[in-house]
Nanobody
Framework: VQLQASGGGLVQAGGSLRLSCAASGHTFSSYVMGWFRRAPGKEREFVAVINWSGVSTYYTDSVKGRFTTSRDNAKNTVYLQMNSLKPEDTAVYYC?????????????????WGQGTLVTVSS
């Protein structure tokens, strides 16, 4: 599967952005989809994950209550709605796909990665 992330940009603190990740192929619904980010000078970190059906999600503590991930399997797309953005959310955001079932799976279980989209939150 090939992934294409989009929707990044510059936003003021407290604002919102919605990231999209479009996938090629006709087996999108069989993948667990994750969101990760890499802030300047930091390691890549997990942000959110959604299971194949969209029923189950899991978030890192720092974004709980502010970010929501969802998916539309008919459109082969997964979304990350980001509200109440903070300067510390500034990062390149990546979507990734895994054939491994489950939510709390290791990063090396994600075999497919998008190219990343930059989110910059100004204070």
């Amino acid at each position: 599967v090939q992934l294409q992330a989009s929707g990044g940009g510059l936003v003021q603190a407290g604002g919102s952005l919605r990231l999209s990740c479009a996938a090629s192929g006709h087996t999108f619904s069989s993948y667990v989809m994750g969101w990760f980010r890499r802030a300047p000078g930091k390691e890549r970190e997990f942000v959110a994950v959604i299971n194949w059906s969209g029923v189950s999600t899991y978030y890192t503590d720092s974004v709980k209550g502010r970010f929501t991930t969802s998916r539309d399997n008919a459109k082969n797309t997964v979304y990350l709605q980001m509200n109440s953005l903070k300067p510390e959310d500034t990062a390149v955001y990546y979507c990734a796909a895994s054939v491994v079932n489950g939510l709390r799976i290791p990063i090396n279980a994600y075999g497919y990665w998008g190219q990343g989209t930059l989110v910059t939150v100004s204070s």
